[in-house]
């Protein structure tokens, strides 16, 4: 069974920083990607970043560019985002997902077949 369990969110003021982290088992997939999504309250799931594991490449929404960073360690079998200048419209529940469809999966939510349970993070202005 794959399980994603996701830490790190909380409250932070505007500027601010947090680390999420996606502790990822259970796939074996040969070629896959994980994404971080979020979702704030009112609004539809949106893709924030994903990193593939074929070659290790990263994108961003544009919303976060130059201000978030993912990244992983495979001998943990974990996926981090680190979060910097953190704003208030960065609020939501933060999801990561991963998908066996590799860099076709993008940031495209239907490609995504297993899920975190999500982590709240709040940013105060």
């Known amino acids: 069974e794959v399980q994603l369990v996701e830490s790190g969110g909380g409250l932070v003021q505007a500027g601010g920083s947090l680390r999420l982290s996606c502790a990822a088992s259970g796939f074996t997939f040969d070629e896959y990607v994980i994404a971080w999504f979020r979702q704030a309250p009112g609004k539809d799931r949106e893709g924030v970043s994903y990193?593939?594991?074929?070659?290790?490449?990263?994108y961003y929404a544009d919303s976060v560019k130059g201000r978030f960073t993912i990244s992983s360690d495979n001998a943990k079998n974990t996926v981090y985002l680190q979060m910097n200048n953190l704003k208030p419209e960065d609020t939501a529940v933060y999801y990561c997902?991963?998908?066996?469809?590799?860099?076709?999966?993008?940031?495209?939510?239907?490609?995504?077949?297993?899920w975190g349970q999500g982590t709240q993070v709040t940013v105060s202005s």
């Open positions: 997902a991963v998908s066996g469809a590799g860099r076709v999966a993008g940031l495209i939510a239907i490609r995504y077949d297993y």
């Open positions: 990193i593939s594991s074929s070659d290790g490449s990263t």
